[in-house]
């Protein structure tokens, strides 16, 4: 029998708050304990009572106000329907991010650079190029009400985009993948996704906002192809707590 492992002192404080915002006192926009009055009420160090704060705000029970303490909310996450993205009507009229963090009552915005690399061998692989062929690779950073929710990158061979108008993706007149390589004659026929998970990196706990301990994150390696040649490759990240993903999956007759 294996035996159970005792929690971590800072996961016991998060249980104790977590039970108090369950029992209702602590409602939305209460402000939580500070750590100072943690490490004082259960005698701990600092960075026990920072994790104890970091795990609720990694759960999406509580946000951090700069200058003004840590807040609790309530968690609503973004769903990321897989179906209706690759629609062709929906992806010309807005982005998919856009419409994702709308359904969920969030304002989603992004950053983003555009800069031409040598493709490195496992995107070389992806998009059955040659290593070193140039590439356009896009870094984003997504953001929901102003607070990081997604990373992304991608990576499209220039020898299809090289001098047409979506040459960058987010300096072009068109929105989104398919209605990007639909306006230069490239009709996307299918998209491959595979799912995992797995810890966070140092750089995506930064990037994200995520607490230091037990972090983990949901990664998307999607493709999408023209017939048999694929024309973007992109690694999409998401925080675990704060993302859903939707399959739709047709049934034959």
Known sequence: MTRKRRPHRYEEIAADLRAAIDRGDYAEGDRLPGENALMSRYNVARATARD????????GLAVSRPGAGVYV?????????????????????????????ANAGKEGDWEHISEEV???????DRLKIAVGEP????????????SPIQLS???????????????RPEEGPVIGVI???????????HVIEKVNARAARAEEIEALDLPQRGAYVLTIDRTHFVDDRPVETCDIIFPGDRYELTYTIPVDD
């Open 52 to 59: 104890a704060l970091a795990l609720l705000k990694h759960e």
């Open 73 to 101: 909310r309530t968690p609503r996450k973004i769903t990321r329907d897989s179906m209706g993205r690759y629609s062709r009507t929906r992806a010309a009229s807005t982005s998919p991010f856009r419409s994702d963090s």
């Open 118 to 124: 040598d493709a490195p061998p496992e995107i070389a």
């Open 135 to 146: 590439v356009m690779r896009t870094s984003y950073r997504f953001l929901a009400n102003g």
């Open 153 to 167: 990158r991608s990576w499209e061979p220039l020898s299809i985009t090289r001098g047409t108008p979506v040459e």
């Open 179 to 189: 209605a990007r390589m639909d306006s230069i004659g490239q009709r996307v026929t």
